[in-house]
């Protein structure tokens, strides 16, 4: 059966601390993998992954890939009150299925003052 | 320009009532996906959309729910006999699925309550 699993399932920093969360996966036939952040209902698009060992960066947040451990870790550097979410790791099928995202349950961070 | 929407953004029925739920995804968007999200879990696929059709409805939790899209755009998620058990956002998305790849772009969502 395929999964994606997420930790920690949740975190607790204060601003201008770093953090990494992971995500690992089993999946057949994979594509790509994406990280969302949700703040309040609708996902956030912030990544999509499909290469191993290419960091992608955005400001203070990057994500890198390890199609061999199957796994992807989401940075945050410097952290902030607004960088507060769920953090969604989501891994895309090729093949018949490839429209639907197979999603972790996420984790949840707050950054405190 | 506009993004995903969904109407209402929030319902509340009384169990055994029917319930539907409407997303617009954003123009020139080919795929559409319906997620639900329960409290405390991540998010469910249900079924997805290439034009009109529907390839995967391996996520419909059961024959109770059923989804359809007309003209390439809006679709609707329909809910019968709703139970308790349903409440939950119910989140669409849409993308155009670009060699093969998939960004998908998501609504508000339907916060649905079932009393």
């Known amino acids: 059966e395929d999964k994606v699993v997420q930790s920690p399932l949740s975190l607790v920093v204060h601003e201008g601390d770093t953090v990494t969360l992971n995500c690992s996966y089993e999946v057949t036939n994979f594509r790509s993998l994406l990280w969302y952040k949700q703040e309040k209902k609708a996902p956030t698009f912030l990544f999509m992954l499909?290469?191993?060992?290419i960091e992608k960066k955005s400001g203070r947040l990057s994500s890198i890939l390890d199609k061999k451990e199957l796994f992807s870790i989401l940075n945050i550097t410097a952290t902030q009150t607004g960088d507060s979410a769920i953090y969604l790791c989501a891994v895309q099928k090729g093949g018949g299925s490839q429209g639907n995202l197979i999603f972790g349950k996420g984790t949840k961070l707050s950054v405190k003052p | 320009g506009a993004g995903v929407s969904q109407s209402p953004s929030n319902k509340v029925t009384e169990k055994g009532k029917d319930v539907e739920l409407r997303c617009d995804p954003i123009?020139?968007?080919?795929?559409l996906y319906w997620y639900r999200q329960s409290l405390g879990q991540g998010l469910e696929f249900l079924i997805y959309?290439?034009?009109?059709?529907?390839?995967?409805k391996s996520g419909l939790p059961s024959d109770r729910f059923s989804a359809e899209r007309t003209g390439g755009s809006v679709s609707t998620l329909t809910i019968q006999r709703t139970q308790q058990e349903d409440s939950a956002v119910y989140l669409c998305a849409s993308s155009v699925i670009a060699g093969g790849y998939n960004e998908q772009f998501f609504g508000p969502g339907t916060r649905l309550t079932v009393l």
């Open positions: 123009s020139g968007h080919t795929a």
């Open positions: 959309f290439q034009g009109n059709s529907a390839p995967d």
């Open positions: 499909t290469s191993s060992g």
